[in-house]
C-alpha cells in the first residue's frame, strides 16, 4: 500500500507554516545561477511532503526547500485539508507535492475543498515508492523545488484531467491510475516486490511477470482466472450490463511505467482496458496489450478498449484501486475531472 499523506500516521509536521531560506541551505550559486534564483523566487510557494516517501526518509525535508518557501508535512487527512486552506488563504502561486503518486492523490483529492476552482500550478518532486504521474510529465528523479520554480516562471506548464471517483458516501478521490479485478491483485504483488526493495520500472516488471504467472499456471477456479463480477451503467443512456471481467485498467496519464501501453492509442481523456474473465490467448494477448495494439482479434478474444470515456457508474464485488492504494468494494462513479496544471521541466 503506498504511503500517501492521509494514511502515514507516523508523519511529524516539519516547519509547518515556517518560511525557510534558500541561503541556509543551499550551495553557492554562480552570476547566472543567482540571477535566474532571483527570478524564480518571485512566485510564492508551498510545499506539501510526506518525509515517509521512500526518498525522503534518510534526508532532513527542511534540506530538500530550496528559497523563500512554506513547508509543511501533514500527519492526518485534517492536517491537510487545514495545510490547504492556509495556502489558498496565503494565495501561493505554485503548490509542490514532495511524494509519490499516493502523496499526489491525497493532495489532489483534498485540493477543491480549500481552493475550490482555482487550483495553482502543481510540481511534483519524486520522491514516492512509484512515480507514473511525474514519468508522463517528464519530470526527472533529481527535480528540486528550484527546478520547478524555474519551469514555472518559464511557463512550462501542461494540463492532465485526473479521474474522478465518487464513493457511496459522497466523497471524491482524485488519482491518474484506477483498476479493479486482477489489477488488485497485481497491486498486492506490487507491494510484496517493494519489500525486496524494487520499485518504480522493476516494480512494475515484476508485477507484471507475476500476474501472468499466476493467470496462466492457475486451476480453473483460480480467482485470477475467474475474475470478477463487475456490472457498469453508462451515465448518458442509463445502459447496464453485467461481466465477468479479468482486469479493468483505466487512467488519463499519457505515458506509462517501462513504456507499457496497454491502454492502447491513450487519447485525450480517460482510456478503458476491460478484459473477459477467464482471458482467452492470453500469451499471445499479453505481449500485444503491453505494445498498444487494440482492436481486431483482441476484440474478438475478449480484451476491449475504450477512448475518452464518458462518466460510468460501477458495482464492484471486489475492491479497486486508485494510484496503489486499495479500496473496499462498493458502487462508484467513475469521470474525468477537471484539468489540473502542471508544472513540467
Not at 540571477?35 to 526518498?55: C, D, K, M
Request: proline share 5%.
Amino acid at each position: 500500500m503506498i504511503q500517501g499523506i492521509c494514511n502515514a500516521a507516523a508523519l511529524v509536521p516539519i516547519a509547518a507554516g515556517g518560511l525557510l531560506k534558500e541561503r541556509a541551505f543551499a550551495p553557492t550559486l554562480d552570476d547566472a545561477g543567482l540571477s535566474g534564483t532571483r527570478a524564480a523566487e518571485s512566485s510564492r510557494v508551498g510545499i506539501i511532503g510526506n518525509p515517509r516517501s521512500r526518498r525522503n526518509r534518510n534526508v532532513s525535508f527542511l534540506h530538500k526547500s530550496e528559497g523563500e518557501v512554506l513547508t509543511y508535512a501533514p500527519s492526518s487527512q485534517d492536517e491537510l485539508a487545514e495545510t490547504l486552506a492556509d495556502l489558498a488563504a496565503r494565495r501561493v502561486e505554485l503548490l509542490v507535492v514532495d511524494g509519490g503518486d499516493g502523496t499526489v492523490r491525497d493532495v489532489l483529492t483534498a485540493a477543491p475543498d480549500a481552493f475550490g476552482f482555482t487550483l495553482p500550478p502543481v510540481a511534483v518532486i519524486p520522491s514516492g515508492k512509484t512515480n507514473a504521474l511525474a514519468l508522463d510529465l517528464g519530470v526527472p528523479a533529481d527535480w528540486t523545488v528550484l527546478d520547478a520554480r524555474r519551469a514555472l516562471a518559464a511557463g512550462r506548464i501542461v494540463e492532465r484531467s485526473p479521474i474522478e471517483i465518487t464513493r457511496d458516501d459522497g466523497s471524491t478521490l482524485r488519482g491518474f491510475l484506477f483498476g479493479a479485478g486482477g489489477f488488485v491483485r497485481a497491486t498486492e504483488l506490487a507491494q510484496s516486490t517493494h519489500a525486496i526493495g524494487a520499485f518504480g520500472g522493476v516494480a512494475v516488471g515484476l508485477s507484471i511477470l507475476g500476474a501472468l504467472a499466476q493467470t496462466a499456471f492457475g486451476s480453473r477456479d483460480n480467482p485470477w482466472r475467474a475474475g470478477t463480477r463487475m456490472q457498469t451503467m453508462d451515465l448518458r443512456d442509463g445502459t447496464s450490463r453485467s461481466d465477468d471481467v479479468y482486469l479493468l485498467l483505466g487512467s488519463t496519464l499519457r505515458r506509462l511505467p517501462l513504456g507499457v501501453r496497454p491502454l492502447g492509442a491513450n487519447e485525450q481523456g480517460l482510456n478503458l482496458l476491460s478484459v473477459e474473465a477467464p482471458p482467452r490467448l492470453l500469451a499471445l494477448a499479453a505481449a500485444a496489450i503491453l505494445a498498444g495494439r487494440e482492436g481486431g482479434w483482441l476484440a474478438r478474444a475478449g480484451y476491449h478498449h475504450r477512448h475518452d470515456v464518458s462518466a460510468f457508474q460501477l458495482r464492484l464485488e471486489g475492491g479497486f484501486v486508485l494510484d496503489g492504494e486499495t479500496y473496499a468494494a462498493e458502487t462508484v462513479t467513475v469521470r474525468t475531472g477537471a484539468p489540473v496544471r502542471f508544472v513540467t521541466a
